[in-house]
Nanobody, 120 residues
């Protein structure tokens, strides 16, 4: 059974940092494109960052470029999102997503999410 478990969220003051973790079981993160998404109350879910399975290419939303860094630790089967210089508008539930296509079939999994609150 595939599970993605996020952790590392919490309450932080503006300008602070958090590191989110997405720990996987039942799949190997190295073989999946892993994305971080967030959803704030009353807003649509948006993509924050992703890391590819083929060449480790990372992508970032414009709103987080230069502040967030995505990385993957294959030994721990975990993907991280380092978030620095946090702003109140970063407040949201952050979820990780794993996607891969094999023989024409798409496999996609979601974690349950972790709350990030940026407030003074």
């Amino acid at each position: 059974q595939v599970q993605l478990v996020e952790s590392g969220g919490g309450l932080v003051q503006p300008g602070g940092s958090l590191r989110l973790s997405c720990a996987a079981s039942g799949l190997i993160v190295e073989y999946y494109r892993i994305g971080w998404f967030r959803q704030a109350p009353g807003k649509e879910r948006e993509g924050v960052s992703s890391i590819s399975n083929s060449n480790n290419r990372a992508t970032y939303a414009e709103s987080v470029k230069g502040r967030f860094t995505i990385s993957r630790d294959n030994a721990k089967n975990t993907v991280f999102l380092q978030m620095n210089s946090l702003k109140p508008e970063d407040t949201a539930v952050y979820s990780c997503n794993a996607v891969n296509s094999i023989a024409g079939k798409t496999y996609e999994y979601w974690g349950q999410g972790t709350q990030v609150t940026v407030s003074s």
